[in-house]
């Protein structure tokens, strides 16, 4: 299957840049070994090598983004939606085949989740995994076998599929498999509801664990009449224990539709932040020892959370979080007449101390490490009915911008809209750099099918970040970037031999000579979808790149010393 | 041997200090204001308890009880003081009225927590778009024709422009539901309500949201673009109403010191 849009880049262009790979130490292409030089005393520093490879010349330069039309749709089988399959399904980004290339998993609503292969210069081969009535899908590397395998939640009772990569005998078959395969695993000690899901190391003990949310009103569809007594339900903890999962209930009630495992504190240990629907509130839970507590970092938060999103938009070494919410992206009577009959209808939530505003939230940690909210200070409290939200450097400026996809389609709350669809355009934000955003409509990202999840990653291989959103009702779309702006630098975390084998919860943080950019290794965010364990820094054309410091989920560190511009780095962790 | 002057403060003469306390007087109308008060009352407070009336419904009868004795009131104070002085004793019970109804809204909503659709205060039906900007429209035009007939000064200048804005805010309103609704009924929604939705000011007005103030400092100025509508026309009315009864207060005690209000 091929992308509506055909390309001219030929394959041996890839090739060639491979070619370019150096090993540590060649100086030529500014790829360096560098064992770790400084770092904090308190924390051990470990050697690295260090591959880089080329990016691909980009294909074209019209200056915004192509959309493409990928040929996978979720809940178009269904006469009609209705809520909660209005909620729809995520995507995920990641290399299944160990070819370089990132490829794409789709999850459905109505149907069988799909692969899309990447074959290269925007060409994709797709192939069905019967994995049905999807919701949440992660691409991660959960055995550590060197292969990513694909997780999934799902609607309605199901909880968490784990298919296993069986890339090793796939290679190892005579005559070698032309894909890996893959075939349904349990996942020892995992039995929870799962719509929503993240992965990360929350213990610190060097393996990958999970964290799982329910969502009730969707459990009270499928006859769960008191989801919170049911043992099923809820937040879950998974700690994961040489291959098997044992089990902490965090909470019993659950809205979840977004968990991130991230270290909002800056303490060095991770948070689990859980995004709730409807009235119940946003929860971050912190490790004490071996229990958890739960911490009320927040002043003010969404009120129906569909989205948690972090990163460090002010170059400052520091989070900003952001969660999506419904708010109009504008306030003209003919936007306003689509929202009111449903606005009528919805349950409006009262409460002393209630922190939840229905609209985008966007926390900044003032000077005494207070969080307040600033989405309406910079620009970006009301995006529409907003899913997945993500940050990256689209136009490769050193600032992270924002992409919101929005839209909803619920015959049951929009039977005043045709098709019962509220139409709306995704809102892409660029970060001007002084703190506030600016609509970017010429980046062309502005498109009305109806987002859900979605995720970010440079599928082409030219260094900059693509978009692909897994659409309800409508074709999924990449969003090529043909902006041609800056420069970037792309890193891949290796860590053989651990259980966490891409690094999942490292740390990167680069510095040049126009400031300090953080970024950190995820496996799974935004809305019910999967990142990639690539981290993309983007640059202005002229920054001087001085030195990438890696803080390792164990708290080792790493430092390369003038890594290369417009390259992608393979570091591999030594710990010999 | 010593001796102390004391000197006793004049007594507080608070009718002669404070006219305007005296404006509300029915003076021989006494006995039918209270009788209706105690009837309206009373038939309300039952037809509450008996479910037959809601709660708007009984606010409603007990002000068409009061209508009569207001009107003989009013007609009084005509034939007493002239014209403006009336105007002024009516627009102040009315503007008492409304701000009570302003304050019960912001108790529900700000103390008891009910949702913005629950906290209409005790004339619900009247918390309507139409109802606002006749209203607005209404104070506007007696607040000049106050200044017409002689009532003038600082705080009159003050009470027109607050009155100006709060009825432009008002007509703002009253214009975009007007847009709304025509929308709604161009998709066929008949039977659907665009009430209460943000003006100029306040959390989601146009002020905060239109595109040349957003992400700037002026779309979270406190109150002013944050406050939700409830809070803002509460504030509206405290504004309205404070300049009003201090304008009243100087014009009536120069009435007073010209003999023209005994």
Redesign the interface.
């Known amino acids: 299957m091929k992308i509506s849009q055909p390309h001219p880049i030929l394959r041996w262009h890839w090739l060639v840049a491979h070619l370019l790979v150096v090993s540590v130490g060649l100086a030529g292409c500014g790829a360096e070994r560098a064992p770790a030089s400084t770092a904090p005393v308190e924390r051990p520093t470990v050697a690295v090598e260090v591959v880089a490879t080329s990016f691909q010349p980009p294909r074209e330069c019209s200056g915004a983004f192509v959309a493409h039309r990928l040929d996978f749709t979720t809940g178009t089988r269904l006469r009609a939606i209705s809520t909660y399959i209005s909620n729809g399904a995520g995507v995920a980004a990641n290399d299944l085949d160990n070819d370089g290339d990132l490829d794409l998993v789709f999850a459905s609503v109505d149907r069988e989740a799909e692969i899309f292969w990447n074959d290269g210069s925007l060409v994709f081969t797709s192939q069905t995994l019967d994995d049905r009535f999807g919701r949440g899908v992660a691409i991660v590397d959960v055995d550590a076998d060197g292969w990513n395998d694909i997780v999934f939640t799902h609607r309605g009772l199901d909880g968490v599929s784990f298919w296993r990569n069986q890339g090793g005998e796939s290679a190892r078959s005579s005559p070698p498999a032309p894909r890996p395969s893959f075939a349904l695993h349990p996942l020892p000690g995992v039995d929870s509801y799962a719509y929503a899901m993240a992965w990360g190391d929350v213990d610190g003990d060097g393996d990958l664990d999970l964290v799982t949310g329910s969502y009730g009103v969707e459990l009270l569809q499928h006859g769960i009449d008191l989801p919170a007594a049911d043992p099923r339900a809820g937040v879950v903890l998974h700690l994961q224990q040489e291959g098997s999962w044992q089990a902490h209930v965090l909470d019993r009630e659950a809205e979840t539709l977004s968990i991130a495992i991230a270290d909002l504190t800056g303490d060095g240990q991770s948070e689990i932040w859980v995004a709730n629907d409807f009235a119940l509130n946003d929860k971050v839970w912190q490790r004490n020892g071996a229990t958890w507590d739960i911490v009320q970092l927040f002043d003010q938060t969404s009120h129906s959370t569909m989205t948690t999103e972090w990163g460090d938009l002010d170059n400052n070494g520091g989070l900003t979080l952001f969660t999506t919410d419904m ?1 109009p992206y ?2 003209s ?2 936007t ?3 929202w ?2 449903m606005m ?1 209808q919805i ?6 101390d209630d922190p939840q505003v229905m609209a985008n939230v966007l926390q900044v940690r003032d000077g005494a490490g207070r969080w307040q909210n600033q989405a ?5 409290d ?1 995006s529409g009915w907003s899913w997945g939200a993500r940050y990256g450097d689209l136009d490769q400026d050193g600032l992270l911008d924002l992409y919101v996809v929005n839209g909803m389609i619920a015959a049951d709350m929009f039977g ?2 045709p098709n019962g669809e509220l139409v709306e355009q995704n809102q892409a934000y660029r970060n001007r750099g002084d703190g ?3 609509r970017a409509p010429q980046w062309q990202l502005g498109s009305t099918a109806s987002g859900r999840g979605m995720v970010m990653a440079d599928m082409d291989n030219d260094g900059d970040l693509d978009i692909v959103v897994n659409n309800l009702r409508g074709f999924a779309q990449l969003f090529e970037n043909q902006l041609c702006h800056g420069a970037s630098l792309q890193v891949d975390l290796a860590w053989p031999g651990s259980a966490n084998r891409a690094g999942v919860g490292a740390q990167l943080t680069l510095s040049t000579d126009q400031g300090v950019l953080r970024r950190d290794v995820r496996a799974s965010g935004g809305y019910l979808s999967g990142d990639a364990a690539r981290v993309h820094f983007g640059l202005p054309a002229d920054a001087a790149l001085r030195a990438l410091e890696i803080v390792w989920p164990d708290g080792a560190t790493s430092t390369i010393m003038t890594p290369s511009n417009n390259a992608r780095l393979i570091v591999t962790r030594s710990d010999e | 041997m010593r001796q102390s002057t004391l000197t006793h403060p004049a007594r507080l003469n608070v009718q002669a200090a404070l006219p305007l306390l005296r404006l509300p007087d029915p003076k021989q109308h006494t006995r039918i204001v209270l009788a209706s008060l105690a009837i309206g009352l009373i038939a309300s407070y039952t037809a509450v308890a008996l479910g037959w009336l809601p709660l708007w419904a009984a606010t409603a009868m007990v002000l068409i009880v009061l209508t009569p004795a207001g009107a003989l009131k009013w007609r009084d104070d005509y034939h007493r003081y002239g014209a403006t002085i009336m105007g002024l004793s009516i627009l102040l019970t009315a503007q008492g009225l409304h701000t009570v109804e302003h304050l019960v809204q912001w108790a529900q909503y700000n103390l008891l927590y009910w949702t913005m659709r629950q906290s209409n205060g005790l004339l619900s039906p009247a918390n309507a778009e139409w109802v606002h900007f006749t209203w607005n429209w209404l104070v506007l035009i007696t607040v000049v024709l106050l200044m017409i007939g002689g009532m003038r000064g600082g705080w009159m200048w003050v009470l027109l422009t607050v009155a100006l804005f709060h009825t432009i805010e008002h007509s703002y309103t009253f214009i975009r539901y007007q847009m709304i609704l025509r929308e709604l009924t161009a998709m066929d929604v008949l039977n659907v309500t665009a009430q209460g939705l943000p003006g100029i000011v306040g959390r989601d007005g146009w002020l905060a949201r239109s595109e040349w103030t957003r992400g700037t400092w002026i779309c979270t100025i406190p109150g002013l673009t944050t406050a939700v509508r409830l809070d803002v026309h509460f504030w509206w009315n405290i504004l309205e109403m404070t300049p009003l009864l201090l304008a009243g207060h100087f014009y009536l005690r120069g009435q007073a010191a010209a003999g023209r209000f005994e």
């Open positions: 708010n504008d306030i009577p003919h306003l007449a689509a009111v009959p009528n349950e409006e939530h009262r409460a002393a309406t200070r910079r620009g970006i009301a005043h809209l506030a955003f600016d």
